[in-house]
T-cell receptor, first 114, second 115 residues
Framework: IAGITQAPTSQILAAGRRMTLRCTQD?????MYWYRQDLGLGLRLIHY???????GKGEVPDGYSVSRANTDDFPLTLASAVPSQTSVYFC?????????????FGPGTRLTVL | AQSVTQLDSHVSVSEGTPVLLRCNYS??????LFWYVQHPNKGLQLLLK??????LVKGINGFEAEFKKSETSFHLTKPSAHMSDAAEYFC?????????????FGAGTRLAVHP
């Protein structure tokens, strides 16, 4: 079934550790996104990529980095995790990076930083 | 600046009664507007999308929304609630943006459906 997969499903992490959240899509979408979801705040964009080889900063990029080596994969790295990064992380993709395109979401990764 | 306000954080209805989830937006341009639904411990699924065609938009599972520019509203409705409609609903605006396909999310409305 076409869509977006994320790994791991959940993770408990000690503060200061490095962590990479994985995201893969098989829809050949050009654009991909990482969001975090916190209670009462909806989803906030961390980083985006309009096409392979390019990335950009979203609303809350500090403490996170991304790479886009190919069309399908868009990993999110926390270089040194802090408790405020405890959240549910969603990867999404859209056919293009133009405004108004529907974004398709993965199932999410629940991350707890202690 | 663009923003989205969902007027109710929680809505509770009885099965078989109408659903109304309210959303107001602020945008300098004519935006695209979406409603997404999130069932517990799941990702987000698109319910419907407005992109400056018909102002009444029909979506999946019997939901629809009406774009009212004069009121800057995009309320979500359904004539008859089902138990399976219990979920969190997000109103989303996609303003014209030079950099990327930007989505601005409301804080969400949790819909409870009682037997």
């Amino acid at each position: 079934i076409a869509g977006i997969t994320q790994a791991p499903t959940s993770q408990i992490l000690a503060a200061g550790r490095r962590m990479t959240l994985r995201c893969t899509q098989d829809m050949r979408h050009n654009a991909m996104y990482w969001y975090r979801q916190d209670l009462g705040l909806g989803l906030r964009l961390i980083h985006y990529s309009n096409t392979a080889g390019t990335t950009g900063k979203g609303e809350v990029p500090d403490g996170y980095s991304v790479s886009r080596a190919n069309t399908d994969d868009f990993p999110l790295t926390l270089a040194s995790a802090v408790p405020s990064q405890t959240s549910v992380y969603f990867c999404a993709s859209s056919d293009s990076g133009l405004a108004g395109n529907e974004q398709f979401f993965g199932p999410g990764t629940r991350l707890t930083v202690l | 600046a663009q923003s989205v306000t969902q007027l109710d954080s929680h809505v509770s209805v009885s099965e078989g009664t109408p659903v109304l989830l309210r959303c107001n937006y602020s945008s300098s341009y004519s935006p695209s507007l979406f409603w997404y639904v999130q069932h517990p411990n799941k990702g987000l699924q698109l319910l419907l999308k407005y992109t400056s065609a018909a102002t009444l938009v029909k979506g999946i599972n019997g939901f629809e929304a009406e774009f009212k520019k004069s009121e800057t509203s995009f309320h979500l409705t359904k004539p008859s609630a089902h138990m399976s409609d219990a979920a969190e609903y997000f109103c989303v605006v996609s303003p014209f943006s030079g950099g990327y396909n930007k989505l601005i999310f409301g804080a969400g409305t949790r819909l409870a459906v009682h037997p």
